[in-house]
C-alpha cells in the first residue's frame, strides 16, 4: 500500500521531537563533526609514523625504460623507495581488482594511464617524501596512447593489456542481455521507432576527503593494523589475506570516519598496498594521503557510457521496447567494484519504470589508457547510467509524438497490481505505485502553470525549460545466491549486545561515509526494542570490532544491513520473552509485546521492561532451559530480492538565450524509499544526490586530451557545484514498503544522484526547443549549450 | 593536500620594510599578499619562491579614499572592501560589478587588488576594470615612487610594470561627472575563471552624446582596450546600433584560444554580446547619473 503519510511520532515518548524508533530525529554523530572532533585517516598520528608520497606518471602510454632512485635514497630524511621491481621480489607488484582483472600497484613494465603509480619514497614528514619524488630519476619510451573508447577495438589499436598472455585486442567483455530476437520484431512492426546515441561522460566521486591509509605492521606477532578510508573494511580484510599472504586473523581494517565515499572508497587502491609495504619495509608506521589532483588522476571515476538507444512505440504513445548497444570505457584496467555476475552493474534495470514488451541490449567493455574504475558516485552499479538512458528516450519520443513527456511517462508506468513485476531483462520488481507520486510532484511543482508560464516566454523569446524524469532502481544486493564479490557473497551481518542496564550496542558490518549510520542503525534497534536511540550505540568500521559483510555501496546498507539490524533486534526480543517470562513466572505464550517491554496479558501492569529484562538476563533469575544468561543476539542477513526505490523528479530551468547559461530555478523531487525510517537524514541525503545531479548534468567531467593527459585534475578544473548553482529543494514523498524487506525498506543513497540528471537535461532540451535542438550530452556547460542552439551539439570529450 | 617546496619567509613591517627585504633577499624572494594566487601554485610546486616577503601587517597600504577628482585604493585593500565601499559603488559601479563575481565570499576576505593587478593572470577581473577605468598605479621602490598608466602597467600575460625590487602601493581612479561603467561576466560554475567577461566605461557630455569610452574584454587575449570600437561611441548618441557595432569590432579584436571552457567561436560570441550588454548599463547608467 502507498501512502504519504511520515511513521506516526509514538506516543510512549514524551518528546514528540524525540521518537523511540522511527521519525525525525537530530544526527548521533554530528555533535563530534560539527565541532571538529571527527577523526579521519589524517587525523590518525602513531608513535614514530612515516610518511610516503607517490611518483606517478607524467603520461598515458610509455614503456618503462629505467628508475634511478639514488638521489632521492641519500636525502637525509627518506627511509626508503619503492619500486614496482621491489614488489615483484614480494609477489606485490600486481594485485586483484574486484572485476577478475588485476591492476599494478607500481609500473614493472609500461605505464598504462597518466598519474598511474610508479614509485613510493617513504620519509620522516610529508614534505620530505614530496621532495624526494622530484629527486627519483625515471625514463619511458612513449608509446602511442588509446584515449578516445570509439577507437579502442581498431584494427591495429595498441594492444593496451599486454600483460595479459596472449591478448591481441583491448576488449574487456561482450555481455548481451534480454531478447534480440523478439525486440527486433517488435521494433519491426512498431509504428514509431527514435534513436538517440546517449553519452554519459566520465564523471569523479571527488569525496571532500581523498584517499588515505596508515599502516602499522608489528614485525613481532606480524599482525598489521590498516587504517584506511574504505567502504568495505570487511572485503578489503579478506582480499590484504589473500594478496599479502597475511593471515586474515592477524589482520585488522579500522575505517574511522570518512569523508564521504560515493564509490570512490570501494576498491584497494595502489596506495594503501605501498603504506602496508612501507610499513612492513621500515617496521615503522607509514602514512600515505593523496592530495586532490591524484584523487582526481588516479582514483575511481563513474560512468564513461556511450550508449546507442532506440525506443519503439505505438503512434498513440505506448511504449513497446528499448534497445541499447552501449560501448564501455573501464580504463587501464578493469577495477570496477561490481557483483561477479555483472560485467555491466546494473545497466539492464534501464527499462525503467514502463510495461514494455521487449528489451534487449548489449555492453562492450574497453580498455583505454584513463585511470581505472567505473563503478562510483552513486551509481548503483550503473543504475544510473540506465535510467540516464531511458528517460532521456522517453523525452526523446514524447517529443517525436508531440506528446507531454509527463502524460507519455503516466500512460506507460507498470500498473501497481503488476508488482511484483518481472521485466524483461530478469529483475522481479518488489513494490511500486507510480502513478500517485508523479501526480504528486506535478503537483507540487504547478505542472500546468508552468508550462503555460513557457508558453508566454517563448513568444517572447526567452527560454525557459520543464523536465520530468521518473526513475526505478534496483538496489541492495543482493540475493547471495546471485550477488557476490570476488567469490563473497553480499551479505551483511549484526550483533546485538544489551547491557544489564538497558543500554545496548549494536555491531554492523556496513561503514558510514556520511549517511548517519549511527543514527539511522540506532533507530531500527530502538523500534523494535522500544529503547530510546540514544540508549543504543552503533559499532561499524573496525574489522575487529563487527561481524562480516561486504560494506556500503549499490545503497544496500539500509536494504542489507537494515535488514540484519532489524532481525538482530527481534531475535533479541525474542529471547528477551523467555527471559520476561521468567522472571515473571509464567509461560512465554502468555506474554505480549509492546514496544519497550513483555507483559502478562490480560494483565498490562503484569510485565516487564527490555532495561529489566537484560538486567534478569544477567542477575540471579532462574533462566529456561537453553536460554544463556545474556540479552545479545548476532545475525547474517541474505536478501530474498532487491529492493526498487522509485521518484518523480520535476526540474525547471532557465537558459539565457544570449550565452547559454543554465540556471536551475526550481527543482521538485518525490522519493519513495518504502519505509521512511529517519526522514530528516532522507532528506539529506536526496539533497545531496540533487546537488550532485546539477554537477554532473551542468559542469563535472573527467576530460583528455589527445596525448591522454587529464585535463581535470584539480578543483579548478573538475567542477563541483556550490550552494550559488541550485535552487531550494523541494522535496515529498510516497511511501510503498518493500514486502521483502523485514521492515520494508528500500534505500535512499542513490536516488537523487540517479534521477536529478535526466531531468535536468529533459529541462534544458525542452528550453532549447524553439532551436530544434532535440538532444544535448552532458554537461550543459554554457558554451555546450550555445553550441546545441547553433545546430552543433557534440559529445563530450 | 598538495606539499610545497621549501621555502623560507618573512614578515614585513612597514613598505620600507618590505622594500628592503625585496632588496635582500632578490629575485627569487616574492610579495605575498591575500596569497589565493600564489599559494596554489607552490602547493602545486608551479611556483617555488625562495623567500616569501609577507605585506599582511602594512595597514598603510589598506585604504578606499577619495581626494579631490581622485578615488585612491591602497594594493592590499580586500575584494570585500572594494564590494562594501558606497563611494566604489556610487562612483564606479563596474567595479562592484567585478567584485560581486570574483571567486567567492572566502576569497574575497583575503585576495587584494594589489595582487590581482600584479598576479595579471589574463582572466583576471580586475585588471579589465582598471583598463577600463584608465587607472593608474602607483609604484614604490628603492628610487623612490613612480605613477604607471595601466595600458603602461600590463606586460602580456603574469607580466607587469612593477620590477622585482618593487612593491605596488596604490591604484588611482579619476572621477569624472555624468560617467557610467558596468562589467558582466559568463563562467561554468561560480568562482571558475571567466569564460569571457566584458567591461565598459563611459562618460556623456551635458547634452548626453558620449564624450569618453572605454571596452575591456577578460580572458580572451586582448592587451588594454579597443580604440576603434570606443572611437564608434564617441561624439554619438547612446544608441542599440552603436552598441551593436562597438561589440561587433571588438570582439573581433579579441584573440580567445579554444580550451575546456569554451571553443573559438563561442569565445568571440561572447564577447559581443557581453560588449552589447555592457554598454547598454554603462550608458543607462550615466545617464541615470546624468539625471541624477
Not at chain 1, 532 to 560: A, K
Amino acid at each position: 500500500m502507498t501512502t504519504t503519510q511520515e511513521h506516526a511520532p509514538n506516543p510512549a515518548a514524551g518528546d514528540p521531537g524525540r521518537p523511540i524508533g522511527f521519525g525525525r530525529l537530530q544526527r548521533k554523530e554530528d555533535p563530534r563533526f560539527v565541532r571538529g572532533k571527527g577523526t579521519y585517516i589524517d587525523d590518525i598520528v602513531l608513535p614514530g609514523m612515516l610518511h610516503g608520497a607517490i611518483l606517478r606518471a607524467p603520461v598515458a602510454h610509455a614503456r618503462l625504460v629505467s628508475i634511478d632512485t639514488t638521489e632521492a635514497l641519500a636525502h637525509p630524511k627518506v627511509l626508503a623507495v619503492i619500486t614496482g621491481k621491489d614488489l615483484q621480489a614480494l609477489n606485490l607488484a600486481w594485485a586483484p581488482t574486484l572485476s577478475a582483472d588485476v591492476q599494478a600497484v607500481l609500473v614493472t613494465d609500461k605505464v598504462r594511464f597518466q598519474g598511474q603509480e610508479v614509485a613510493f619514497a617513504v620519509a620522516e614528514d610529508r614534505y620530505a617524501a614530496r621532495d624526494a619524488l622530484e629527486l627519483i630519476d625515471v625514463e619511458y619510451d612513449m608509446l602511442p596512447p588509446v584515449i578516445d573508447a570509439r577507437r579502442a577495438l581498431d584494427p591495429g589499436a595498441p594492444v593496451i593489456r599486454d600483460d595479459v598472455e596472449g591478448r591481441t585486442d583491448n576488449r574487456i567483455f561482450d555481455w548481451e542481455i534480454g531478447d534480440a530476437a523478439e525486440t527486433e520484431a517488435v521494433f519491426a512492426t512498431a509504428d514509431v521507432v527514435v534513436a538517440q546515441e546517449v553519452v554519459y561522460p566520465r564523471v569523479h566521486p571527488a569525496p571532500m576527503e581523498t584517499c588515505g591509509a596508515v599502516a602499522d605492521f608489528d614485525p613481532i606477532d606480524g599482525r598489521l593494523t590498516l587504517y584506511e578510508t574504505t567502504q568495505a573494511p570487511h572485503a578489503h580484510r579478506t582480499l590484504y589475506a589473500i594478496v599479502a599472504g597475511i593471515p586474515e586473523h592477524k589482520i585488522r581494517i579500522v575505517s574511522p570516519d570518512i569523508g564521504g565515499g560515493f564509490g570512490n572508497k570501494v576498491g584497494i587502491y595502489p596506495g594503501y598496498v605501498l603504506a602496508v609495504v612501507g610499513s612492513i619495509v621500515t617496521g615503522k608506521p607509514v602514512k600515505w594521503v593523496e592530495d586532490r589532483s591524484e584523487n582526481l588522476m588516479s582514483t575511481s571515476f563513474a560512468r564513461d557510457y556511450i550508449m546507442q538507444g532506440e525506443i519503439a512505440a505505438t503512434k498513440e504513445g505506448k511504449i513497446l521496447a528499448v534497445r541499447t548497444n552501449v560501448l564501455a570505457d573501464h580504463g587501464a584496467f578493469n577495477a570496477t567494484a561490481q557483483p561477479t555476475k555483472n560485467p555491466a552493474g546494473f545497466f539492464s534495470i534501464f527499462t525503467g519504470s514502463y510495461d514494455l514488451q521487449a528489451a534487449y541490449c548489449k555492453v562492450t567493455g574497453v580498455y583505454t589508457n584513463k585511470a581505472p574504475g567505473g563503478v562510483a558516485y552513486a551509481c548503483s552499479f550503473r543504475v544510473t547510467e540506465a535510467v540516464y538512458l531511458v528517460e532521456r528516450m522517453v523525452d526523446i519520443l514524447a517529443r517525436k509524438l508531440d506528446m507531454d513527456p509527463a502524460e507519455l511517462r503516466l500512460k506507460n508506468f507498470i500498473k501497481p497490481e503488476q508488482f511484483p513485476y518481472a521485466n524483461k531483462t530478469g529483475w522481479v520488481y518488489d513494490s511500486g505505485n507510480y502513478e500517485p507520486a508523479m501526480r504528486l510532484s506535478m503537483q507540487m511543482a504547478g505542472y500546468e502553470d508552468l508550462r503555460r508560464e513557457q508558453l508566454e516566454k517563448r513568444e517572447r523569446g526567452e527560454l525557459m525549460g520543464i523536465g520530468v524524469s521518473f526513475f526505478t532502481e534496483t538496489v541492495g544486493a543482493g540475493p547471495r545466491k546471485h550477488f557476490d564479490i570476488v567469490g563473497l557473497g553480499m551479505a551483511d551481518g549484526a550483533e546485538l549486545r544489551v547491557h544489564p542496564t538497558g543500554k545496548a550496542v549494536v555491531r554492523i558490518s556496513v561503514q558510514s561515509q556520511g549517511q548517519g549510520h549511527e543514527t539511522t542503525f540506532a533507530q531500527i534497534v530502538a523500534e523494535e526494542l522500544g529503547i530510546p536511540p540514544e540508549s543504543i550505540d552503533v559499532v561499524h568500521g573496525d574489522t575487529d570490532q563487527t561481524p562480516f559483510g561486504l560494506g556500503t555501496y549499490g545503497s544496500r546498507s539500509t536494504p542489507v544491513s537494515g535488514g540484519a539490524v532489524a532481525l538482530v533486534a527481534r531475535k533479541v526480543r525474542d529471547k528477551a520473552r523467555f527471559i520476561a517470562a521468567a522472571m515473571l513466572e509464567t509461560r512465554p505464550e502468555d506474554l505480549e509485546w509492546e514496544k519497550g517491554r513483555w507483559f502478562v496479558k490480560g494483565d498490562p501492569s503484569a510485565g516487564k521492561t527490555i532495561a529489566e529484562i537484560a538486567f534478569g538476563a544477567h542477575g540471579t533469575v532462574a533462566l529456561p532451559e537453553g536460554i544463556d544468561g545474556n540479552l545479545d543476539a548476532e545475525v547474517t542477513y541474505d536478501p530474498p530480492n532487491l529492493t526498487f526505490p522509485f521518484g518523480a523528479y520535476i526540474c525547471v530551468v532557465d537558459v539565457d538565450a544570449g550565452t547559454g547559461h543554465v540556471k536551475v530555478r526550481r527543482f521538485i523531487a518525490v522519493d519513495d524509499c518504502g519505509t521512511r525510517i529517519n526522514p530528516m537524514i532522507i532528506e539529506g541525503q536526496v539533497h545531496g544526490g540533487l546537488t550532485d545531479g546539477v554537477g554532473m548534468a551542468l559542469m563535472e567531467i573527467i576530460a583528455f586530451d589527445e596525448e591522454g593527459n587529464c585535463l581535470s585534475s584539480s578543483f579548478m578544473d573538475y567542477l563541483i557545484p556550490t550552494a550559488m548553482e541550485v535552487p531550494d529543494w523541494e522535496t515529498g514523498f510516497t511511501v510503498t514498503p518493500s514486502p521483502h524487506h523485514p521492515i520494508g525498506a528500500k534505500g535512499i543513497g542513490e536516488s537523487a544522484t540517479v534521477g536529478s540528471p535526466p531531468a535536468i537535461v529533459n529541462a534544458i532540451v525542452d528550453a532549447l526547443a524553439p532551436y530544434g535542438v532535440t538532444h544535448m550530452d552532458m554537461p550543459c556547460t554554457p558554451a555546450r549549450v550555445w553550441e546545441a542552439m547553433q545546430g552543433r551539439a557534440r559529445p563530450p570529450v | 593536500m598538495q606539499i610545497p617546496a621549501p621555502f623560507d619567509y618573512e614578515r614585513a613591517s612597514d613598505v620600507a620594510n618590505a622594500l628592503a627585504l625585496l632588496e635582500r633577499h632578490g629575485p627569487e624572494s616574492r610579495i605575498i599578499a591575500g596569497g589565493h594566487s600564489l599559494l596554489p601554485m607552490m602547493k602545486l610546486r608551479l611556483a617555488r619562491p625562495e623567500w616569501l616577503i609577507d605585506i599582511n601587517d602594512l595597514a598603510e597600504l589598506e585604504f578606499i579614499r577619495r581626494e579631490g577628482d581622485q578615488l585612491r585604493v591602497g594594493a592590499l585593500t580586500r575584494h570585500t572592501a572594494l564590494l562594501e565601499s558606497t563611494d566604489v559603488a556610487g562612483l564606479f559601479p563596474i567595479i562592484r560589478d567585478a567584485e560581486q563575481v570574483i571567486a567567492d565570499p572566502v576569497v574575497r576576505n583575503r585576495g587584494t587588488i594589489g595582487g590581482s593587478l600584479c598576479q595579471a593572470d589574463p582572466a583576471e577581473d580586475l585588471s579589465t576594470v582598471c583598463d577600463v577605468l584608465r587607472a593608474q598605479a602607483v609604484i614604490r621602490g628603492p628610487d623612490g615612487e613612480r605613477i604607471v598608466a595601466m595600458s603602461d602597467f600590463h606586460r602580456g600575460p603574469y607580466e607587469t610594470a612593477v620590477a622585482q625590487n618593487e612593491l605596488l602601493y596604490e591604484i588611482r581612479f579619476t572621477i569624472r561627472p555624468r560617467s557610467g561603467s558596468a562589467y558582466e561576466k559568463v563562467e561554468r560554475r561560480v568562482g571558475d575563471w571567466a569564460i569571457v567577461a566584458a567591461g565598459a566605461a563611459v562618460g556623456l557630455s551635458e547634452d548626453g552624446t558620449v564624450e569618453e569610452a572605454a571596452i575591456g574584454l577578460t580572458a580572451v587575449g586582448l592587451d588594454g582596450t579597443v580604440p576603434e570600437a570606443e572611437a564608434v561611441l564617441r561624439g554619438q548618441q547612446p544608441h542599440e546600433d552603436l552598441f551593436v557595432e562597438a561589440a561587433r569590432i571588438a570582439a573581433a579584436a579579441c584573440h580567445p584560444v579554444d580550451d575546456q571552457r569554451g571553443p573559438v567561436d563561442y569565445k568571440r560570441h561572447l564577447a559581443d554580446e557581453l560588449t552589447r550588454r555592457v554598454l547598454r548599463r554603462a550608458c543607462a547608467r550615466a545617464a541615470g547619473a546624468q539625471e541624477g
